[in-house]
T-cell receptor
Framework: NAGVMQNPRHLVRRRGQEARLRCSPM?????VYWYRQLPEEGLKFMVY????????ESGMPKERFSAEFPKEGPSILRIQQVVRGDSAAYFC???????????????FGEGSRLTVL | DAKTTQPTSMDCAEGRAANLPCNHS???????VYWYRQIHSQGPQYIIH???NNETNEMASLIITEDRKSSTLILPHATLRDTAVYYC??????????FGKGTRLHILP
């Protein structure tokens, strides 16, 4: 059973370009979470999505950042007009729906590291 | 904000048990205690979780006090590969995870 797959693992962009990060959840998981980790800092929650719906985007910057999780295909985190401060590791996690004794623990991918020149 | 308090760092000798404490005095009745760790710059790794009973799996044991206001993660025989940042998290089932600063555990040879 493949884990959470993120690509690209490393992405270099110049200021003003767009960055697209993809996340394929574990098989059978319908919930996706995105986190950002700045260098030498902790993990910060960005957004929580279920198929075709944004459930919680309280951690998303108000501008330039967007996320989607379409019915078919991976979840996408999109950053428009990147700036140097966007340089970070972006981690995706997935979970199954919590029900009964399943508390929906999160399983993380290995991250996508964005460098903005 | 994270609802837990952990020491910033700890050392443990290789082969000994590592005991990582966590305070969560404001935990509510439907919230679980979760532990994750992050080795260097890898993705966080799930370790264990519990509600009120002690739990054990192949990685670790989780001891939760009777009043549920604190817990201890135990790595029974620490190895160098257990060097990581360990996060104690309280979470209602299905909620997002909010990470605090965690405990940086150094395993000493």
């Amino acid at each position: 059973n493949a884990g959470v797959m993120q690509n690209p693992r490393h992405l270099v962009r110049r200021r003003g370009q767009e960055a697209r990060l993809r996340c394929s959840p574990m098989k059978g998981h319908s919930h996706v979470y995105w986190y950002r980790q700045l260098p030498e800092e902790g993990l910060k929650f960005m957004v929580y999505l279920q198929k075709e719906n944004i459930i919680d985007e309280s951690g998303m910057p108000k501008e330039r950042f967007s996320a989607e999780f379409p019915k078919e295909g991976p979840s996408i985190l999109r950053i428009q007009q990147v700036v140097r401060g966007d340089s970070a590791a972006y981690f995706c996690a997935s979970s199954a729906a919590a029900s009964g004794t399943n508390t929906g623990e999160l399983f993380f991918g290995e991250g996508s590291r964005l460098t903005v020149l | 904000d994270a609802k837990t308090t952990q020491p910033t760092s700890m050392d443990c000798a290789e082969g000994r048990a590592a005991n990582l404490p966590c305070n969560h005095s404001t935990i509510s009745g439907n919230e679980y205690v979760y532990w994750y760790r992050q080795i260097h710059s890898q993705g966080p790794q799930y370790i264990i979780h519990g509600l009120k009973n002690n739990e054990t799996n192949e990685m670790a044991s989780l001891i939760i006090t009777e009043d549920r206001k604190s817990s201890t993660l135990i790595l029974p025989h620490a190895t160098l590969r257990d060097t990581a940042v360990y996060y104690c998290i309280v979470r209602g089932g299905g909620d997002k995870i909010i990470f605090g600063k965690g405990t940086r555990l150094h395993i000493l040879p």
